[in-house]
């Protein structure tokens, strides 16, 4: 059994571009898990694997590896202080279409190296990753990469990650040099110079003094180091206050650590894995402040028989407890399930039990996963993370346990789709494997959802953007050989209501014998604020304010079932509602003509009729969007912007360029990174996410609506 004190569960996640999966594959590198370094631009990256991946020189599916490493590492020798720390690491995609990798990583691992570039700060997709950690609460370091680059600026970062991102860093390290003369680190704890040699490779690196031109700014920044570090331990502040020098390097990794898996700081260190420089400290650093499985708080969870709320420790001792966290299909072995086993201790060929079906399930095998390959294992225990062959059935967030003693984990958050496109099959042999392979991609993609056109009888898939979509195609064509025909993109518009009304359904059918009575009075309208802001991520407040057993209780299921199905229906144009409370308060039954179907059919007509007086409205999402350009397209870019019904919200300079941010709505955006190329002569570059949903103007509003009625009289 692993000393769970030597084990580490982290993630590598930042902004496309900033340089993630080529400093993964330093890390594998150093830990010797490969022999060569694979560039991500030659598409030889280990974590890269699948083809779209290697083609486009993108990450698009998280990958998980498992390597091993000495610390402290002094220039490469091994000696009796030397520890061997396990890691476990995930590679995120940086692109926000596959922002629910970045998602259900998060919610799996202890801690992060946040990566920014040197010469781009925090970007858009940089402040997505970071609301994520801080949704699942989990510590970080901040890396700042690419400081062999042109405006490259180390101190610049830092500020920027307190400024726009409200975190307290802290700098550990100075860079010696910058852009090309940037050559190492000085190491404000130990107060050294780090200077890697690049003939091995990063692999070894001199100590070498404080450069004298540095030793001014070194001080102070140590300085203000030992004061944002001692404020977190007292007796280092009264140590601080009497003389600064008197800290040992020791007190100062166990402040540092404390603060950083408290959330308190987030220390920033600097490198260029490119040039292989900085990977190592780096390393040793997650050794140093990132916590091990023992230092998080114990894994909260619900009792499904009792509804209470209940703990599991990190420990191989305590009944099982694990959260499947990303499905696979993998053509050798089938349907893999990567999961994090909080608490106990599992043998291949045991049972499981899954929560939310109620079954057991017999996991045949084990696996640590090394990006595509699998290596099989005999057990795993908790704090470690892995894949499991042998399931039925399974879904991403999917709680496994000991069937003796139920736990329902915390699901994961999962954002909304906000574009669709109409998919159907070229040949009567692609029908059937189409239906196959959709299936298939939902299972693996919970941003995914698909759904069929009543009116056109189209199968509509619906994504996180463009390019999310644009992958789903190539996979069914690659993976499932599924040749299809595909459509336009849509937007997903959605609906809500402005105001509540009361309302009261009757319904009632003779057909001879049984009939149908049910008679409900309710009001409809939007869910209350505070009940949206407790209740995250639900849409549907529902209140029984029935007394005097005016209908009986037994029905109610019934009426709220009903009510809630016809959500996922706008009475506009068909669109989903985005939140609704509904109270019913009075209503009448028949002894012998009312069931619950009628309570659920008067329901749903009762929805139709009132949903139509409450003020309904269609929304549409709302992009963020930061352009960067060069100063001549300024102009041009913002005129553009405008023509888009974008409202700009700021500007400023980085690095010689522009930087232009707007919120516009997502109908207006298609197509844009074409026309930004054409409009600068391909120098502008822009990035988008989805912001919110906000009313759509009336004109745009009645064209949806008219175009949605359309589709039903030709259909």
């Known amino acids: 059994m692993a000393d769970l004190r030597f084990q580490r569960n982290f993630g590598i996640a930042a902004h496309i571009d900033a340089g993630k999966t080529t400093t993964t594959e330093r890390i594998l590198r150093y830990t010797g898990m490969i022999h060569k370094i694979g560039e991500v631009h030659d598409g030889a990256a280990t974590t890269d694997w699948m083809e779209q991946e290697k083609e486009r020189g993108i990450t698009i599916t998280s990958a998980a590896v498992s390597c091993q490493w000495n610390f402290p590492t002094n220039k490469g020798t091994v000696d009796a202080n030397t520890k061997k720390y396990y890691f476990n690491i995930i590679d995120t995609p940086g692109h926000v279409d596959f922002t629910v990798e ?61 400024d726009m991102l409200g975190a307290k860093a802290v700098p ?50 140590r300085g203000k180091l030992v004061e944002a570090v001692a404020e977190y331990d007292n007796t280092l502040l009264e140590k601080f206050f009497e003389d600064p020098n008197s800290i040992t390097e020791d007190e100062m990794h166990e402040a540092i650590r404390k603060a ?40 909260a969870g619900i009792d499904p028989n009792t509804g209470e709320t209940i703990y599991r420790k990190a420990d191989p001792k305590e009944p099982f407890a694990a959260l499947a966290f990303k499905i696979m299909t993998d053509p050798f072995v089938g349907r893999l399930a990567f999961f994090r086993c909080y608490s106990g201790h599992l043998d291949a060929g045991s049972y499981v039990l899954n929560v939310r079906s109620g079954k057991k399930e017999r996991i045949s095998r084990i696996m640590k996963m090394f990006a595509n390959k699998q290596n099989p294992i005999d057990f795993i225990e908790a ?76 199968t509509i898939l619906r994504g996180m953007g463009e ?41 009632k059918k003779q057909t001879g014998g049984r009939g149908k009575f049910a008679d409900i009075q309710f009001a409809i309208g939007p869910a209350d604020e505070e009940w949206l802001k407790e209740n995250e991520g639900k849409h549907f407040q529902f209140v029984n304010d029935i007394f005097g057993g005016s209908v009986p209780k037994e029905f109610i299921p019934a009426i709220q079932k009903g009510f809630e199905v016809s959500m996922n229906t706008g009475v506009l144009a068909g ?108 120098r502008a570059t822009s990035t988008m996410e989805f912001s919110h949903y906000s009313p759509a103007p009336n004109n745009v509003a009645e064209a949806v609506i008219a175009k949605v009625q359309g589709r039903k009289v030709n259909a």
């Open 172 to 221: 550990l390290q100075l860079p010696i040099g910058a852009e090309d003369d940037f050559k190492g680190v000085v190491d404000l704890i130990k107060m050294k110079g780090i200077i890697w040699h690049m003939e091995t490779e990063g692999m070894t690196f001199d100590e070498i003094p404080v450069p004298d031109d540095m030793l001014e700014e070194a001080t102070e920044w």
């Open 467 to 507: 390019l999310h979509l644009e992958i789903i195609i190539d996979r069914m064509r690659r993976e499932f050989k599924v040749e299809v025909n595909q459509g336009a993109p849509q937007v997903a518009y959605k609906e809500a209501f402005n105001a509540t009304v009361t309302h009261r359904e009757v319904l």
């Open 102 to 162: 970045v998602e259900r990583s998060m919610r799996v691992l202890d801690g992060l190296i946040a990566l920014f570039s040197a010469v781009d700060g925090v970007e858009p997709q940089s402040e997505t990753v970071w609301r994520q950690a801080n949704r699942y609460k989990v510590p970080r370091i901040g890396f700042v990469n690419k400081m062999d680059r042109s405006g490259a600026d180390f101190l610049m970062v830092v500020q920027q990650v307190k």
């Open 383 to 458: 704090g470690d993370i892995g894949a499991a062959v042998g399931f039925k059935e399974i879904k991403t967030g999917d709680t496994l346990c000991d069937e003796d003693h139920p736990i329902t984990l915390e699901n994961m958050f999962i954002p909304e789709p906000v574009i669709a496109i109409a998919v159907e099959p070229k040949t009567q042999a692609d029908v059937d494997k189409m239906g196959m392979a959709i299936s298939k991609l939902v299972e693996e993609d919970p941003t995914l959802r698909v759904n069929t056109d009543e009116d056109t009888g189209q």
């Open 260 to 299: 950083t898996v408290d959330l308190s700081i987030v220390p920033m260190m600097c490198g260029s894995s490119f040039k292989n420089k900085g990977v190592q400290t780096a390393l040793d650093a997650v050794c140093r402040y990132l916590p091990s499985p023992l230092d998080i708080e114990d894994t």
């Open 575 to 682: 669109y989903p509602l985005t939140s609704m409370k509904v109270r019913v308060f009075d209503g009448s039954y028949h002894d012998v003509d009312s069931d619950a179907m009628s309570f659920e059919i008067c329901a749903r007509s009762g929805y139709r009729e009132a949903g139509r007086k409450a003020k309904p409205i269609l929304l549409e999402p709302i992009m963020k969007v930061e352009v960067l350009t060069p100063d001549q397209y300024m102009g041009d870019v913002t005129g553009d912007l405008n023509r888009r019904r974008g409202i700009l919200e700021g500007m400023d300079s980085r690095a010689n360029l522009q930087v232009i941010k707007a919120k516009v709505p997502l109908s207006e955006m298609f197509g844009y990174v074409t026309q930004l190329r054409s409009m600068s002569s391909g």
